[in-house]
């Protein structure tokens, strides 16, 4: 258990902090200038100098990707759950679906800011693209619980109404889960994209608008920080949802088994 | 208990199960439907239980339709909930809480021998076990009639053997009609009062066995002339209704 734990753990720590190293060392042999390639000293310096800065539009950025993975929880679930109960519903709206998740998201930027103001429109763009996983994993999920279950549902004359929180919901729990890591991801990326049209139209103040920033200042340093917290929202999102699922789905789910017992 | 007169099964896929099925059930009998797969013998046990209409045909109930039970092929147990919420899902469905539940659910556990189990997840128990479960959920409900489909085909010899024991035991206390699924002969014969052999395209009843020897049953019945001769007469039966087909 120790060794590999030291294997899971310790051995990409070590190769992520050689390459830093390597990174680090080529840019002070080489004399590379910072507005050209910055070393990784200089991007941890900049990063403690422009915190305040920086922190501010952090949370601009990571209040917009909750929000919208919250609103396409909501939305993909409720859906998902209105997709179970009548085909015909299915049959009408899923075109939509897949169309709003087909049509790349930077092309619907600058139409969305001409009829929102740039946070609502940034918004709107994370939760389409975090919509989809959820709404299609989750009809996945509701559609695949054990037949021969919901024979003893029907046999025992449930309603639909237990069928669904009895049987359905916790049968698509692991398919939500896997969707909502999915989703975390995009909504991070919807929302940078976003504020990038956005902040080409000079507004918002989320990393991705410090990072044009800084391009037009030619402040490299600066951008590479800001790319490095927005790295490091992806993992921690990422992060956040892994543990998440095994905490739900540990004691009885495939998916968690190796780790569980 | 119940008649089936006339019963046809037409799928929407145009096969034909089910093909003029005549079967009466017996109150407190335990009746086998042994037949070669694909015969319509789950089709009918489908239907006894609701779950299936006929195309044709009709089942009627003598004294209306009582309390089932139902066990199938596979465990078919909630893996996200622990033994006890599996059993107790019959009772919950018709609105008893957990607490009000909870003492069925242990005289259920301990009718299949599964005490001190309650606990415990689908995942961590063997496939006897885990039918073990089944079988206490269908019975937490008391029911009049125990419907079971081929409940122990997928599980090893000596577990079968074991639970074959177990399930005569159990009908001899509870006193339910069953009606047990099985294409073996051998385990058809051991457990039945009487054995209803089906051929198959269209299904329907093509013979029918008695088995006299009263209950309990055990291991000493297997070595039996009666049990012998039986399982020759429905083995010769169940090839003359496959010859047939």
Redesign the interface.
Known sequence: MRRSDLADYALPLAVFLAMLGLWEALVRINDIPPYVLPAPSLIGATLVKDWDTLSGSLLVTLRITFEALIAATIGGVALAILFARSRWIERSFFPFAVVLQVTPIVAIAPLLLVYLDANTAVLVCAFLVAFFPILSNMALGLASA?H??I????????SRW?QLI??RL??A?PYFLGGLRIAGGLALIGAIVAEIAAGSAGQGAGLAFRIVEAGFRLNIPRMFAALALISASGILIYLIFTLLSFLLLS????SA?ERGL | MLSLRGVDKVFASGAQALGGLDLDVREGEFLSLLGPSGCGKSTAL?MI???SQPTRGAIEWRAGQPE?G?V?Q?A?L????SVFDNVW??L???GASRAQSSAKIEAALELVGLQGFAKA???ELSGGMKMRVSIARALVLRPALLLMDEPFAALDEITRLKLNNDLLRLKQELGATVIFVTHSVFESVYLSSRVAVFSARPGRVAAEIEVAAPLPRDDEFRLSRLYAQACKQASDALHAAMGEA
């Open positions: 054990d021969n279950l024979d003893l549902f029907e046999l025992y004359k449930a237990k009895l049987l916790p049968a729990l004691r009885w789910h495939d088994r | 489908r239980a609701g779950l089932i139902f199938f596979d078919v909630m893996p996200w909930a899902l019959p919950r469905l018709t997840y689908p995942r």
